[in-house]
């Protein structure tokens, strides 16, 4: 049986994650706690809005109210960029040690050696991602998105759909590019061809994406299961049915991670419980029983047995899937 190590702590938790397999959790006013031979905590932000794993997963990137990017590793937290009194509302990391961030309609990206590009938009910057291939950059905004290559000069590529795009997330192939919207729906684009993929249907706003091993499939919230798109042909989803997995009918799920290598995903809702269920045959597992508030971010350990969760009580903890 799987068991659970819970860590009470207060507000909402922002992200969940393993740093060098030690768990930490970024919360919402502006505390990482992390479980490193006991609970210790480091105050980074004042207010904490956005929080990333660096690609290495050797630092946790975060954006905050009080205009700081920062990076935090162990007991140390350095700041990493200052937009002043504005808002970092978004957060991403990027090869090579770069990262972005976005405060009103101003996207930048620093780069290892500290130099910094900023990239303006005619509307607020909602999210930002990197693509898994070459040091390009993408932009969720209001009527679609705008993809840069910041290492160069030249003009960016503009993706278009009407509505406001709230999220963004390329596969690991760097083939697609898909948005959560404000509305309940994802966009996606091929990028080889620009052809628009649909992917509606959900009750519910779509606040967790996450993708499987080998990109074969997409998972989302916003359902009273997960939705899982097949992404293995050459046009992504388009005329194929999502797997709908891990079902319940009086709760919603919240937040969604796959496993490192296998096609399974965690899934968790909006009463806390955390499933953990088979794309094969949709065979589930309960990882933890309700609890008390949604699942905000989950993540899976480099071992492939633990999983790092937190909610938007500050019911966090780490589930021993061995048991």
Request: charged share 20%; proline share 5%.
């Amino acid at each position: 049986m799987p068991t659970v190590a819970p860590l009470d702590l207060e507000g909402h938790c922002i992200a969940a994650v393993f740093l060098g397999g030690v768990p930490h959790f970024a919360m919402a006013d502006g505390s990482v706690h992390r479980l490193d031979n006991g609970h210790k905590t480091l105050q980074v932000h004042d207010g904490l809005l956005a929080a990333t794993l660096d690609q290495t997963k050797s630092r946790l990137v975060t954006g905050g109210e009080d205009g700081k990017v920062c990076s935090t590793a162990g007991d140390v937290s350095e700041t990493l960029a200052e937009a002043g009194r504005k808002w970092i509302g978004a957060v991403a990391s990027g090869p090579q040690g770069a990262i972005a961030y976005a405060t009103g309609r101003s996207a930048f990206v620093r780069f290892a050696d500290g130099k910094t590009r900023e990239f303006q938009h005619p509307r607020t910057v909602e999210g930002l991602a990197f693509s898994p291939k070459g040091m390009r950059f993408g932009v969720a905004r209001y009527n679609g998105v705008t993809l840069h290559f910041p290492a160069a000069d030249g003009k960016p590529t503009e993706l278009e759909w009407a509505g406001a795009h709230t999220a963004i997330t390329f596969s690991p192939d760097g083939n697609f590019v898909v948005t959560a919207m404000q509305e309940n729906a994802l966009h996606g684009w091929k990028l080889a061809d620009g052809k628009h993929m649909r992917m509606t249907g959900y009750p519910n706003k779509v606040k967790s994406l996450s993708w499987s091993a080998k990109g074969k499939w997409l998972a989302s919230s916003g359902a009273s299961a997960a939705i899982v798109w097949p992404f293995q042909a050459k046009d992504g989803p388009m005329g194929k049915a999502p797997l709908e997995l891990g079902t319940r009918g009086n709760a919603l799920v919240t937040c969604v991670a796959c496993h490192p290598s296998q096609e399974v995903a965690a899934i968790g809702y909006n009463d806390g419980m955390v499933m953990a269920v088979r794309f094969a045959d949709a065979k589930e597992v309960l990882l933890r029983r309700p609890g008390k508030g949604p699942v905000t971010s989950m993540m899976w350990d480099d071992e492939e047995r633990r999983i790092a969760f937190g909610t938007e009580t500050g019911d966090c903890g780490v589930i021993d899937i061995t048991g």
